[in-house]
C-alpha cells in the first residue's frame, strides 16, 4: 500500500498538479485516500533533480480506503464517461482534461480538493516567461524568448499520419498555450518561416477547390526540413529540423509577452541560419511579411533565402506574381493597425538610405529568387525556359537592372540538366566531368558551368554528344548544385551591390 515516485517535467511548479491530481483521482476511481509526502531523491536521480531546477520532485505515496465507503457500492454506481485512448488524448492538453467529460461528476471534489487552485497556482510557460525577463536587456530577453519548434509539430508529407494535425495549425493565426507548448527554449533556429496565414483572395479560383493552402504549407516545410537535414546530418533525422514560426514560438495569448516579442522579431531572425519564404502571389501585399524580408535582407546572405514557389507557380498565378513585383511599393502594402506601419517605417529608415532604395531592393532580391527557384523548372525544356525563367530575366531589364539581367541571362539550365548525369561511374559530376573532357579539347565552346564565372570550363561538340549519349537520367543533386554555384558565382555579387548601395 506504498510505492516511490520520482518525478521530472520540462515544465516548472508542476508538483502540485501531480499531487492535487493524484490525490483526486485515488478517490474518484478506487476510493483511496492518497498521501503524498516529498522526499530526498535517490541517488540516481538528483543529478536530474539538479539540472531541472523546480521540475522535478520525489515522493513517498500511500493510500487506504476513505472511511464509511464500500468499494461494491461506489463501483456499481461508476459509469465510464470515455474510453482510455480518448483519456490518453484529453490529458494531452491539460486545459481539455480539466473541461473533460471525465471530470463531470467531481465537481464538488474539485472545491473540496482545491484542485483548481491547485492548477491556478502554478504559472503558465508564458506566465513565467513574462516574470523572468522582467528589468532585463534586450539581449537577455532575446536570449529566453527565443524558441524553436521541430518540423515534426508542423510539417508533414502528404501521406504522413499527421498531416491532419499540422493542417489544423496552419488553418488559422489564432494561437493558443497548446501551440506555444510546440516550441521550446533555444540558442539557435534551423529556419525561420515567413508566410501570409490568409491564402489569396482568389486563392480557389487560381489553384482549384480542392486544394488546401494549410497542407501545401504543411508539405512545402517537410520538403524544406529533409533537404536541410540532408545537408546538415541525415535524411531520417528531418523531423529533428527547427522551425520558427510566429503562431508557435510567440505566446498568442500573453498580449504583454507578445508584444515584446514581436519587438524582437529582428533578434530572432538573426539567430536563425536561414528563411524559408512560402512565397504566394500577395506575399509581398502583406506588411509584416516586407517586415520580415526587411530584416532578412540585414541579417543574411540572399543565398540563405529560400523561396518555397514549386507548389504555388503555375501558368495561371505566374503573371501575378510578376505584377505584384513590378509594382511593388511600401504604400500599397495591407496591415491591420496603422500602428504596424510605422513600426515598418521606423526599422526602414534605420537600416535603408530610403524608401524607394528599400523597395528597389526588395524587387531586385525577388526577381533573383524566383529566377533561381524557376531554373530547376526551366531546364525540362525549352518551352518550360520561356515561359517560366525568361520573363525574370525580361521583368529585370524593364526595371533598369541590366546587370542582374545579364547574370541571370547566363543561367543554360536547359545545357545543365541534360549533363547531369545519374551515370557517375562514366561522367560523375557536372564540374568534375567537364573538367576532364576540356583537359583534352582545344576548341572553345559555350561554357558548361557559367558564361562569365572565372572557373569556366570548355567541352567540344563531340564530347558534348559523348556526354549525352552516356546519360542515363538526371542527377538531381548534381543540377541544384550547380545552379547554386552559378547563383553564388554570378548572381549574388550584382545582389551584394544593391544592398551596399540601398543599406545605411
Known sequence: NSME?????????????????????????????VSMVEQQSPRYFQRDMVNSGHRAASWCVSWKPVEGVTSSSSSSSRQAKMSFPELHFAMMDLGKFLNSSFFDPFSCC??????????????SEAERKFAEVQGLSLDRQEEILLRATPASCLAAAWTDDHMKTCRKFWSSSVGTSSNYALSHDADWVDVFVSHSW???????????????????????????????????RSLQEWGQITFWVDKACIAQDHAELKAMSIKLLDNFIAKCDSMCVLFTWTYLERLWCVYEWACVLVHKPTEKVHLQTELFVKE???????????????????????????????????AYVSKDHFEVLVQATVIALMARSMAFRAGRSPKLYETYYQP????????????????????????????????????????????????????????????????????????????????????????????????????VPILAKFQETSTK
Open 5 to 33: 515516485l520520482h518525478y521530472s517535467s520540462t515544465r516548472s511548479g508542476m508538483k502540485k498538479i501531480v499531487v492535487g491530481t493524484l490525490t483526486e483521482l485515488g478517490r474518484q476511481m478506487f476510493d483511496l485516500e
Open 316 to 350: 495561371e498565378t505566374l503573371p501575378l506574381y510578376l505584377g505584384a513585383v513590378r509594382n511593388f511599393s511600401l504604400a500599397n502594402t495591407k496591415c491591420g493597425f496603422e500602428e504596424d506601419r510605422r513600426v515598418l517605417e521606423a526599422k526602414i529608415n534605420e
Open 198 to 232: 490568409q491564402p489569396p483572395v482568389d486563392w480557389e479560383q487560381m489553384m482549384g477547390p480542392d486544394v488546401d493552402y494549410a497542407e501545401i504549407k504543411a508539405a512545402t516545410l517537410a520538403v524544406m526540413a529533409k533537404d536541410v537535414a540532408t545537408a546538415q
Open 392 to 491: 525574370w530575366v525580361t521583368l529585370a531589364r524593364d526595371l533598369g537592372m541590366n546587370d542582374l539581367a545579364n547574370a541571370l541571362g547566363s543561367c543554360d539550365c536547359l545545357t545543365w540538366r541534360r549533363v547531369s548525369s545519374i551515370s557517375s561511374s562514366n561522367c560523375g559530376a557536372m564540374r568534375r566531368t567537364s573538367s576532364s573532357l576540356s583537359a583534352n579539347s582545344t576548341t572553345e565552346t559555350k561554357d558548361i558551368v557559367s558564361p562569365s564565372s572565372d572557373r569556366s570550363q570548355v567541352v567540344t561538340p563531340e564530347c558534348h554528344y559523348d556526354l549525352m549519349q552516356m546519360s542515363i537520367g538526371v542527377n538531381s543533386l548534381a543540377f541544384h548544385e550547380v545552379i547554386s554555384d552559378w547563383f553564388e558565382i554570378d548572381v
Open 110 to 123: 474539485r472545491q473540496q480538493f482545491q484542485l483548481r487552485e491547485c492548477i491556478s497556482a502554478s504559472p
